[in-house]
């Protein structure tokens, strides 16, 4: 069993920074392809950010592109999203995704078996 846990949200004014981070355990994480998504109040879950089993492949949301940076250290397990210059639309409920059936990185969330509980991320105006 894979379990994933998101940690490192919180409240932050516009223009600020968070680092998330999402802890695997349970099998081979380099084996993974790995995501973030998020969901804001009322809305959909919308994809954010993806990277491929040894972090030489990354897809960004037009959103977030040159702002959010996704990475991953395999030795430790670990994925990370760091976000930068943050704006009140980027509060929502973040979720770190995992699939060990998919061969690159994808933006569709329904080809992701394994999800985190989701941390939350306020950004003030």
């Known amino acids: 069993q894979v379990q994933l846990v998101e940690s490192g949200g919180g409240l932050v004014q516009a223009g600020g920074s968070l680092r998330l981070s999402c802890a695997v355990s349970?099998?081979?994480?380099?084996?993974?392809?790995m995501a973030w998504f998020r969901q804001a109040p009322g809305k959909e879950r919308e994809f954010v950010a993806a990277?491929?089993?040894?972090?030489?492949?990354?897809y960004y949301a037009d959103s977030v592109k040159g702002r959010f940076a996704i990475s991953r250290n395999n030795a430790k397990t670990t994925l990370f999203l760091q976000m930068n210059s943050l704006k009140p639309d980027d509060t929502a409920v973040y979720y770190c995704a995992a699939d060990n059936t998919i061969l690159v990185p994808s933006r569709t969330q329904e080809l992701y078996d394994y999800w985190g509980q989701g941390t939350q991320v306020t950004v003030s105006s």
């Open positions: 349970g099998r081979t994480f380099s084996a993974y392809v």
């Open positions: 990277i491929n089993w040894s972090g030489t492949t990354t």
